[in-house]
């Protein structure tokens, strides 16, 4: 049976923000391209200067560092290396990520941004370089581990996506759903369809990977849950060609956001909306992560899914309202999320 609405005078009891769940789940993450940033902002007054923000970034990292914001303890592991990585590493912690570094003889990539006119604008990029067959080897072997140890593991996407092959994404969500972990992918392009093949808990996608990966054709509505539901298919079809491959399982879910728009929580049985409060929009960049990092903690936490998206959609959204990307406060985005309204999909569209 779908859900039932849920609107902020009916809030169940499990609301995220309640006292009894202060729970600090162990979130592992995978950053599988850590990303140096530097931003220069607008002085903040005529006779000041402008600003320079020095921070570790990329999907991993911000993922992480929301999730921190949450309460959750977070351990990130990534490839570190060269001079630029030694710096991120350093960031990191002071950002109370714990750093599990594997080697990387390229070196990661690093960004310069330039924001004192409103909008961003490259000033310079080094890309990182993509990781040869031991240093994958090594990574492979340390998200493994550490993940055993974890509450639930989320594994973000490369940035350009060769740095790390999809195949490998795969292969690691698959074997730890068979290890009995909770796994969450915010995942794009080949990486989504091989974590959805390999039975991942939960994907978060944007509904523009959904058509930029081909997995659908357009966005509306109905078209987007075609796209997830086949998502969804992969996996299935996937389980029932199994073979000495390995041991595999089903997607269990699709969660895809939608910017301003209503977010979607599709599964197998029904399909529901997500609706935040409306609000202005400062910086974009960085809601689906800090999405993915609400929806990680609540699973962590043991919270149902649809609950656990009502805390990804509150961290997405009031993320918005700010310029550091994946920040926010813990206490406001749990007593935002009572706001957030979910809905089935009949009822929205009736």
């Known amino acids: ?21 202060g729970r600090s789940p162990r979130v592992c993450v995978l950053a599988a391209t850590p990303w140096l940033t530097v931003t220069i902002e607008a002085p903040s007054s005529e006779d000041s200067h402008p600003e320079v923000h020095v921070h570790a970034g990329g999907q991993g990292l911000w993922v992480g560092r929301m999730a921190v914001s949450l309460g959750a303890e977070v351990v990130v592991c ?23 570094p594997t080697q990387y003889s390229g070196g990661n990539g690093a960004y310069v941004h330039d924001r004192r006119e409103g909008d961003r604008r490259e000033i310079a990029q080094t890309p990182p370089h993509s990781l040869d067959r031991h240093e994958l080897d090594d ?16 594994l973000t996407g490369a940035d350009p996506p060769s740095v790390l092959p999809a195949a490998v994404l795969g292969r690691l969500a698959r074997d730890l759903r068979a290890a009995g972990r909770t796994v969450v992918g915010d995942l794009s392009g080949r990486a989504a369809a091989a974590f959805a093949q390999a039975g991942g808990t939960v994907l978060k996608i944007s509904h523009e990977e959904l058509v930029e990966g081909g997995f659908v054709a357009g966005d509306t509505t109905a078209d987007l849950v075609r796209g997830a539901r ?23 879910s699709v969660v895809v956001s939608r910017a301003g728009d209503a977010g979607l ?31 990680a903690v609540g699973l962590g936490r043991g919270l ?11 961290a997405g959204a009031l993320n918005v309202t700010r310029r550091g990307l994946g920040t926010g406060r813990r206490e406001q985005i749990e007593r935002f999320a009572r706001r957030v309204v979910v809905r089935s999909l009949e009822d929205a569209s009736g």
């Open 265 to 295: 929580i599709v599964t197998s049985d029904d399909v529901r909306t997500v609706h935040p409060p409306p609000i202005t929009v400062v910086d974009h960049r960085g809601a689906g992560d800090s999405m993915t990092a609400g929806i």
């Open 139 to 154: 990574l492979y072997g340390t998200v493994l581990v550490e993940a055993m140890d974890a509450d639930v593991t989320v």
């Open 304 to 314: 149902p899914l649809e609950e656990s998206v009502r805390l990804g959609a509150a």
């Open 230 to 252: 086949a998502l969804l298919d992969r996996s299935r079809a996937d389980l029932a060609g199994a073979s000495a491959d390995g041991p595999g399982g089903c997607l269990g």
């Open 1 to 21: 049976m779908p859900a039932a609405p849920t609107t902020p005078d009916t809030a169940p009891a499990t609301t995220p923000g309640t006292p009894d769940e």
């Open 78 to 100: 990534g490839p570190f290396g060269g001079e630029i990585g030694t710096v991120l590493a350093h960031l990191a912690e002071v950002e109370r990520l714990r750093v599990r």
